[in-house]
Nanobody
Framework: QLQLVESGGGLVQPGGSLRLSCAAS????????IGWFRQAPGKEREGVSC????????YYADPVKGRFTISRDNAENTVYLQMNSLKTEDTAVYYC???????????????WGQGTQVTVSS
């Protein structure tokens, strides 16, 4: 059974850092593009970052460019999202998703994790 599990969320002060993990089971993650999305209360789910399967190309949404870094560890079957210089507006539930390529829209992804809460507050 194909499964994605996110972890690493929590409460952090503005300016702090967190590293989210997206661990895969039931499939080899390096054959898939992995996207990170987030959803804040009352808002639509939005794309944050994506890493492709073929060439490792990375993509970032404008609000997180220069602060977030996506990477993959194929040996660990895990994708990471390093989040630095966190802002209160980064508060959301963060989800990872898998599919054949990096899509812009969340509806195009077939496989999803359950999400992990990130709260940025003083």
């Amino acid at each position: 059974q194909l499964q994605l599990v996110e972890s690493g969320g929590g409460l952090v002060q503005p300016g702090g850092s967190l590293r989210l993990s997206c661990a895969a089971s039931g499939f080899t993650l390096d054959y898939y593009a992995i996207g990170w999305f987030r959803q804040a209360p009352g808002k639509e789910r939005e794309g944050v970052s994506c890493i492709s399967s073929s060439d490792g190309r990375t993509y970032y949404a404008d609000p997180v460019k220069g602060r977030f870094t996506i990477s993959r560890d194929n040996a660990e079957n895990t994708v990471y999202l390093q989040m630095n210089s966190l802002k209160t507006e980064d508060t959301a539930v963060y989800y990872c998703a898998a599919d054949q390529t990096c899509y812009s829209h969340s509806s195009d992804y077939d496989y999803w994790g359950q999400g992990t809460q990130v709260t940025v507050s003083s």
